[in-house]
């Protein structure tokens, strides 16, 4: 901003001196000319500037962002378009700001794939770009969820059902799943995984919810093996992917239980669908044709669809629920391994002191000291609750009169040893 600033101050400076020479040029029609080219300088930097006040995304001109970097509709456009783009705007191709100096006088980063002098999303190495150049269709393959809330005036079942889930040990277990075909995969939270002791499968995958906004990282996937609690002869297997949390209470509310009166001769796959409850499993279209019939009920706006695990209940009823809720999840290998990435470069945590390293550290700080020399000096640690060393003077006896005995068979070893301890005590490394 300074920079613009700075050189609008300049052309105006020159388009006023034009003014005031004006009469003096022996080609008034040329001078014209170049005044009113500066004129227009001055206006073009006038707009460049209200854009930058202003927020103001400079290709698609949307205040929701600034920058072409966060610009979609920009990253989408092939790699030659993003050139001719930046060129029709008058950008430095390397910031990708207005331009107020030559290219080699930019200081921001060259691109970080060919290190030449133009922003990295300009690249023609970008696999990003060239994806977008050649039109191909080797996406890496993702899962969609998603998880909405908008204000609504109705609350509105969704089709859950109880059924039985073995862990570890093959013993069935109870849990509640929701039965949802916009979902693209299916998931499980990450509290029922270690309630069941699965064994996981690490996997490259991370989660999107609605505008793609990303929610949270896939901790694994698990292989379930999900059995009605009607028909031991009615279960499948699903591989799902592990939540942290897969959606809130469902219902949001408590919903009046006469509305399930109407369907009390069906055996429902959750009785208690109506009072809220946590989901531990989501099912979705990867096997929601394996897992619903042909049963079809309606009732005042109601729904009962027959499922392998009983007969499941949808639909709006009358209640005080304020917020509506739609799943559906989006999971991309490719935003994982760019997350790995920026995780490598992030600073760790610092994990706080035990108690035996604040102990050292504080003795540190209580006991150290330079001497002329400018060296550290701290005082030897002991344990407290160290045990005694117990007794060890008369070994320590033996072993003086052993090593006197040696001097006096051998003088020059006596003299070296003394030599040395001499030296030893000179540099100050005893006392």
Known sequence: MEGLLKHKRIVKGKLTRLITKVNNLQNQENSISVIEGHENDVNALDNEIALQTA?????????????????????????????????????????????????????????KICTKPHNTILCSKDSNNSRSDTHTENELPSISSINAIVPITQAVLLPTAIVYVKDINGISQKCRLLIDSASQGSFITESCVNFLQLNRTKVNISADDLSSRKVGRVAGSVQLQITSQFNKNASITVD?????????????????????????QLQLADVNCHQPGPIDVLLGADVFCEIMLSGHLNVSGISALESIFGWVILGKTKGISQTIVSNHASC????????????????????????????????????????????FAVKF?????????GSSRDIA?????????????????????????????????ME
């Open 55 to 111: 927020n103001v995304c400079t290709y698609c001109k949307s205040t929701s962002h600034y920058g072409l970097f966060k610009c979609d509709s920009f990253l989408e456009l092939p790699n030659k378009e993003k050139w001719d783009t930046v060129k029709k705007l008058k950008l430095c191709s390397n910031c990708l700001k207005f331009k107020t100096q030559t290219i080699d006088k930019c200081h921001a980063s060259m691109c």
């Open 332 to 375: 991309n290998a490719g935003e994982f391994e760019l997350d790995k990435f920026w995780q490598l470069e992030e600073i760790s945590n610092i994990k706080p002191y035990t108690q035996e390293e604040t102990t050292c550290e504080n003795h540190f700080i209580q006991t150290f000291s330079r001497d002329s020399t400018d060296r």
């Open 240 to 264: 799902a992917l592990i939540m942290p949390k897969i959606t809130c209470d469902l219902p949001q509310c408590p919903v009046d239980a006469s509305v399930l009166k109407t369907f009390k």
């Open 397 to 429: 006896i033996h072993r003086l009169h052993q090593i006197e005995r040696r001097f006096v068979k051998n003088p020059s070893l006596f003299n070296e040893y003394y030599k040395f301890m001499d030296d030893y005590l000179k540099l100050g490394h």
């Open 381 to 389: 640690p002991f344990r407290e609750s160290s045990d005694e060393l």
